[in-house]
């Protein structure tokens, strides 16, 4: 079954620091990865998609995300924070599950804080 | 612009109160979703639909229900068998892809408490 960790519910940087916020994930077959940012009282916007192909996945905002098969991970990282990245980051994973549909899990979230 | 529209932003409901909440997409997407949020818990799946008249259960449907007469409608009754419906409701719609279909443009939520 497919199941998503993110790891730190909080992750605090400093304006212009490196964001790194960790997701790992189990899946049975090769999984799609996703990540997505909520901003307060607002839906998920998508920042970035991994399905095949090159590992190293580049998405809005400056946002990047590496998929290490071997790690089980798929950590997103941006080289410099701005304050308007303050936000929710939710990790989701996709594959096809036993009845042959593809089914979308969602980590618990991390949120981003950034401090000037 | 085309986009998801939830409404109304924020509902209260009553003891014993059944009450709707309206997602409409003109993004032509065949699948759309119903999430729930809890703080703590990312998104969990109530409902989705890929096709017109036909929609499946999620891993919480049980109070809720749902219908898709049209395409861009997919609107979603917290029914009075819900006991704990207070949470933040989010629509979303996605079209086939590689992945299948997969949630990829999201409304703005409805938030619902209880009086």
């Known amino acids: 079954a497919q199941s998503v960790t993110q790891l730190g519910s909080h992750v605090s940087v400093s304006e212009g620091a490196l964001v790194l916020l960790r997701c790992n994930y189990s899946?049975?077959?090769?999984?799609?990865l996703f990540w997505y940012v909520q901003y307060p009282n607002q839906g998920l916007q998508l920042l970035l998609k991994?399905?095949?192909?090159?590992?190293l996945v580049k998405g809005i905002n400056g946002f990047e995300a590496e998929f290490k098969k071997s790690e089980t991970s798929f950590h997103l990282t941006k080289p410099s924070a701005h304050m308007s990245d303050a936000a929710e980051y939710f990790c989701?994973?996709?594959?096809?599950?036993?009845?042959?549909?593809?089914?979308?899990?969602f980590g618990a979230g991390t949120r981003l804080f950034v401090k000037a | 612009d085309g986009g998801i529209t939830q409404s109304p932003k924020y509902l209260f409901r009553k003891e014993g109160q059944n009450v709707t909440l309206s997602c409409e997409q003109n993004?032509?997407?065949?699948?759309m979703y119903w999430y729930r949020q809890d703080p703590g818990q990312g998104l969990r799946l109530i409902y989705y639909?890929?096709?017109?008249?036909?929609?499946q259960k999620g891993d919480i449907a049980e109070g809720y229900s749902v219908s898709r007469e049209k395409k861009e409608s997919f609107p979603l009754t917290v029914t009075s068998a819900q006991k704990n419906p207070t949470a933040f409701y989010l629509c979303?719609?996605?079209?086939?892809?590689?992945?299948?279909?997969?949630?990829?443009?999201f409304g703005d939520g409805t938030r619902l408490s209880i009086l």
């Open positions: 899946s049975s077959v090769p999984p799609y």
């Open positions: 993004l032509n997407h065949d699948a």
């Open positions: 989701a994973v996709s594959d096809r599950g036993n009845t042959g549909g593809f089914k979308t899990i």
């Open positions: 991994y399905t095949t192909g090159a590992t």
């Open positions: 979303a719609s996605g079209l086939l892809w590689t992945g299948g279909y997969q949630p990829q443009h």
């Open positions: 639909s890929q096709i017109v008249n036909d929609f």
